[in-house]
């Protein structure tokens, strides 16, 4: 999985739980990824921008714990 992948992944499950909970607006997600796991953060956090845009999760800060 590369990190479009994940940040798609990652927008899916927020869409759903925001739905869920009838939420306007996502104001952060915290993400845990394994150390194993190869991923450029840097990428990961441009695609999540990225990816977001336009979305109930559009102002979220997006923070990763390795």
Known sequence: ???RE???H???IVDQTAYR???RQVIGV???VGGRRGFDLDLLHTVFSDVVRGT???VAEFCVKV
């Open 1 to 3: 999985m590369d990190e």
């Open 6 to 8: 994940l940040a798609n």
């Open 10 to 12: 990652v927008l899916e």
């Open 21 to 23: 909970v009838a939420a």
């Open 30 to 32: 915290h993400l845990a």
């Open 56 to 58: 109930v999760a559009d």
